[in-house]
């Protein structure tokens, strides 16, 4: 039976689309080096991989394509989680499932930084950092109010609702926790790669302090 032409589009789409790739990886700091042409680019060091394969999910078996990535080696480990890893022959830290294609994936696999060149754009996703209870000033940015003339508008937020609806509307600014909130920052660029160390050099600042867990995917 002949294809119509929707679907040989489609199917010519699905063939020659990149596939995304996606690694976990520790923060290690920023630092900077110069081009041939003297220019300083800022970038970000990081350690990605290597990664082991822990699941894998089908579209037929589980109703979507996804792959559960393990990284870091625990020191000690639950035993359901050590029957989870079984096949895998790991002992992963952090586990985290990527929805990505599974097409010659099987579960025990592992990849390293390689699976990026240098100038792929990426994007990276992690938990920012925590600066605690801030009022609205630092939080978002507001204008402080007069601090003389027996003003007692120094740093408060002002007026947060109307007589109408007789509630404060949802998403106000107001003072309240601030960072230590998931962040993800988009087409940054893949600067320098050191396979021998498994460290990626990214241009400009990811999200989240030293040591802390990120999930670099490529761009789709």
Known sequence: MEKSFEETVYVLESFFAPKMKAILAKKIG?????????????VTLVEAGPCVVAQVKTEKKDGYDAAQIGFGEARKI??????????????????????????????????????????????ITGVGKGKGFAGVIKRHGFHRGPMSHGSHHHRKPGSIGAMFPQHVVK????????????V??????????????????????VPGPKKSLLLIKSVE
């Open 171 to 182: 998403g106000r600014k107001l003072p309240g926790q601030m960072g230590n909130h998931k």
């Open 184 to 205: 993800t920052v988009k087409n940054l660029k893949v600067a320098k790669i050191d396979k021998e160390s498994n460290i990626l050099a990214i241009k400009g600042a």
């Open 78 to 123: 639950s035993k359901a989680l050590a029957g989870h890893l079984k096949v895998a022959k790991a002992k992963s830290k952090h586990l985290q499932e990527v929805k990505m294609s599974t097409e010659d994936m099987k579960v025990g696999d592992v990849f390293t930084c390689d699976i990026f060149n240098e100038g792929d754009a990426v994007h």
């Open 30 to 42: 920023m630092t900077s080096y110069f081009t041939d042409k003297g220019e300083m680019v800022p």
